[in-house]
Antibody, heavy 120, light 107 residues
Framework: EVQLVESGGGLVKPGGSLRLSCAASGFTFSTYSMNWVRQAPGKGLEWVSS????????FYTDSVKGRFTISRDNAKNSLYLQMNSLRAEDTATYYC?????????????WGQGTLVTVSS | DIQLTQSPSFLSASVGDRVTITCRASQGISSYLAWYQQKPGKAPKLLISAASTLQSGVPSRFSGSGSGTEFTLTISSLQPEDFATYYC?????????FGGGTKVEIK
């Protein structure tokens, strides 16, 4: 059974940093692209970042470029999102999502999400 | 960047109703579109890819159609478990984009 478990969320002040983790199990992690998608309270879904299986291809939405860094450790079956210079508008539930094998743009499996609150 | 506009943003329907949700792309995206269902407090679930390909395990009352700039998600006979918010997503490259969502509520 595919499982994705996010952790690392919490309350942080504007300008602060946070590192999210996603522990994956139930599939061969090293062969799938992985993603972060966020959802502000009461709002819709917003793609944040994607990372290819070999970490050679990395993509970010414009609003987080230069502030967020996606990475993975295939030996630990883990995905990360380092978030720096956090802003109030980054407040959201952050979901880790696995792509399908044949289409890196499709989000086939999702974690339960971790809430990040940026507030003074 | 290509934008996706869903309509309506909210609809009220009864069990057994036929429901249609539209997703319009600001530029043509061929059939590169997916649909997701999200229930309150839960992660989204992938329903349909490539505009019309039903994912394994998704009930056949769900169907998708369209290409280019206009797409539809149809629920042929709404069931109690279908009350949720539905999102479309374009699949033709980065940046990835979701529609604003359509919330389906019980009438």
């Amino acid at each position: 059974e595919v499982q994705l478990v996010e952790s690392g969320g919490g309350l942080v002040k504007p300008g602060g940093s946070l590192r999210l983790s996603c522990a994956a199990s139930g599939f061969t992690f090293s062969t799938y692209s992985m993603n972060w998608v966020r959802q502000a309270p009461g709002k819709g879904l917003e793609w944040v970042s994607s990372l290819s299986s070999d970490s050679n291809y990395i993509f970010y939405t414009d609003s987080v470029k230069g502030r967020f860094t996606i990475s993975r450790d295939n030996a630990k079956n883990s995905l990360y999102l380092q978030m720096n210079s956090l802003r109030a508008e980054d407040t959201a539930t952050y979901y880790c999502a696995r792509s399908t094998y044949s289409n890196s743009y499709l989000f086939e499996y999702w974690g339960q999400g971790t809430l990040v609150t940026v507030s003074s | 960047d290509i934008q996706l506009t869903q309509s309506p943003s909210f609809l009220s329907a009864s069990v057994g109703d036929r429901v249609t949700i539209t997703c319009r792309a600001s530029q043509g995206i061929s059939s590169y579109l997916a649909w997701y269902q999200q229930k309150p407090g839960k992660a989204p679930k992938l329903l349909i890819s490539a505009a019309s390909t039903l994912q394994s395990g998704v009930p056949s009352r769900f169907s998708g159609s369209g290409s280019g700039t206009e797409f539809t998600l149809t629920i042929s006979s709404l069931q109690p478990e279908d009350f949720a918010t539905y999102y479309c997503e374009k699949l033709n490259g980065y940046p990835l984009t979701f529609g604003g969502g359509t919330k389906v509520e019980i009438k």
